[in-house]
């Protein structure tokens, strides 16, 4: 079996996991419906108020909304995807049957959490988003290049999230109880990828630190693609730049940590 | 006695008790630090300033912090339900309805408290209001009022997951989406909402209503003037009709037995 059959298998597998919870994805497309129904009557008021602020007008601003309610499971911003098992894995040192598996550990989570990532895009994010586009005017692009631009985008934020919480994971090799960590994690995605609030609506330095990190690829940046504000191929770069960061970073805490490892439990 | 024993089960690791109440205070922080965001860029959201919103959110965030000290483990009933551990706590000698709720009780929830109350008091600091002693007396009686009826929501929640097990997200959508809309002013929102919230689903007497008056703004939806007083009896009527639905659910109960 080729290796990039088996992380396909991998990835397949997550998805095919997650779609047996029909209940708790019905449960979850409906409360980012309501929380998604909630943020668009605010941000259209705030939106009244001053209209184009950070540069979008209210229509961009409610498909704003809705591309957050569709990214927030589907990216994990609040932590959530595969990291709490691997976490899981390695407090009880079942992690030491993964590091026997023919297969390297990174890739073989990150085929895992995509897999999870793309069934959640398509059971928890496309219907609160069609919801929203047909009860709120909202800005849909019309030609199929920024959506598939967009497409792209979101591939890469899918890999830069996984990035992000492998490291969060890596930290209960440390710890053995990442539950601190993941809660900073949470924090500050939350705030860094632009689920509070646009991060172009944020005021002055605030706004150019926030957007520089790399949480910002995981909402701002797509979201930029698709209303037409950012040009595709520089985005690109910057999420790449940090999926590459990410992963090497999370490479050498790897091979750091399986040069110590303690199996715990027997 | 079963909340007391998870208070010292957490206070035994103090660094993470210290951490997790920190995390929570954080947490919820930052639906403050978003309105706060969006006041650097304006004046005025749906007509409301500044302090007068933080009024609304430091009554919501208080009352509903206090309802989720008190029972806000209700969210894994569900878990119990699939997994049969229920059954465990059907055969003690104390109401179910006591143990699910004292169920990991935890204290770090206080956090939310505290941020509710910080907003609350910098609120009060800051909003021109004429005092009168009614309006003094009616400042508790919301807060209670108002936690009572998140209690209701939660217990409410909690019998809904009696019947789908696995679905306690939907849970959220009413709990922590609830307290997310009633900080924002009703005049955000869409008119049908208003009234969803106001008849359906008595959220709007957590602080909506108390708050217009105590603020001597205009009511949503032109309600007369005295039904900001009511919301001890909408809390009632609340938590009357949480607990049927909780005594329903507890009675259709089927253990899973594995």
């Known amino acids: 079996m080729g290796t990039g059959r088996l992380y396909v298998a991998v990835a ?140 792209v985008t979101v591939l890469l934020a899918m890999v830069v999230s996984f990035g992000l919480r492998y490291l969060v994971a890596l930290c209960a090799f440390w710890l053995l109880d990442g539950t601190g960590v993941g809660q900073m994690m949470w924090l500050a995605g939350y705030f860094c990828s632009g689920m509070l609030l646009p991060l172009n609506v944020f005021p002055g330095a605030l706004g150019e630190v926030v957007r520089a990190l790399p949480w910002s690829s995981l909402l ?47 | 006695m079963i909340a007391g024993m998870w208070v010292r089960s957490t206070l035994a690791y103090r660094a993470s008790f210290v951490m997790t109440t920190f995390g929570n205070f954080a ?86 408290v505290l941020q509710g109350s910080l907003v609350l008091g910098w609120a009060l600091t800051r909003v021109e209001i004429d005092w009168t002693p009614l309006k003094l007396l009616l400042m508790p009686v919301t807060v209670a009022s108002g936690c009572a009826i998140f209690c209701a929501v939660f217990v409410a929640g909690a019998a809904f997951q009696f019947v789908a097990q696995d679905a306690s997200e939907v849970q959220n959508a009413f709990t922590y989406g609830g307290t997310t809309l009633l900080q924002y002013p009703p005049t955000v929102f869409a008119k049908e909402l208003v009234r969803g919230v106001t008849f359906l689903l008595p959220l709007a007497f957590v602080n909506w209503l108390p708050a217009a008056y105590v603020l001597g703004r205009p009511y949503p939806l032109d309600l007369p003037g005295w039904v900001a007083f009511t919301p001890p009896l909408v809390a009632a009527g609340c938590c009357a009709l949480a607990g049927l639905a909780w005594r329903a659910g507890l009675r259709s109960y089927r253990s899973t037995g594995s």
């Not at chain 1, 693609?225 to 910057?238: E, M, Q």
């Not at chain 2, 006041?39 to 005025?44: E, G, I, L, Q, S």
């Not at chain 2, 339900?81 to 003690?92: E, F, I, M, Q, S």
């Open chain 1, 220 to 266: 701002q940046a797509p979201a930029d693609v698709l209303l037409g504000h950012a040009d595709p191929w520089r985005t690109y770069l910057f999420q790449g730049a940090w999926a590459v960061a990410l992963l090497g970073l999370g490479r050498m805490m790897q091979s750091a940590a399986t040069r110590r490892v303690v199996v715990q439990g027997g």
């Open chain 2, 27 to 112: 947490a919820t922080f930052f639906d403050f630090v978003a309105i706060m965001l969006m006041f650097t860029r304006v004046h005025a959201l749906g007509g409301y300033s500044l302090p007068q919103v933080a009024f609304l959110y430091g009554l919501s965030a208080a009352s509903f912090g206090l309802a989720d000290l008190a029972i806000g483990s209700m969210d894994r009933l569900g878990r119990r339900v699939r997994d049969g551990t229920l059954d465990t706590l059907l055969v003690r000698p104390v109401p179910v309805l006591a143990q699910v709720a004292a169920d990991r009780f935890a204290l770090r929830r206080l956090g939310r």
């Open chain 1, 12 to 151: 397949t597998g997550g998805f095919r996991r997650y779609a047996t919870y029909r209940a708790a994805t019905a449960a979850g497309v409906f409360t980012n419906t309501v929380f998604g129904l909630i943020l668009v009557y605010t941000y259209r008021a705030l939106w009244d108020a001053k209209p184009h602020l950070g540069g979008y007008d209210q229509a961009q601003a409610v498909t704003y909304v809705w591309l957050g309610q569709a990214f927030l499971s589907t990216l994990a911003i609040g932590g959530g995807g595969v990291e709490e098992e691997l976490m899981d894995r390695i407090r009880t040192g079942d992690v030491a049957i993964d590091l026997y598996r023919p297969a390297d550990l990174q890739l073989w989570w990150l085929a895992a959490d995509l897999g999870r990532a793309f069934f959640q895009l398509l059971g928890r994010g496309v219907v609160p988003f069609v919801f929203g586009a047909l009860c709120f005017p909202a800005y849909l692009p019309t030609d199929a290049g920024t959506w598939l631009a967009f497409l």
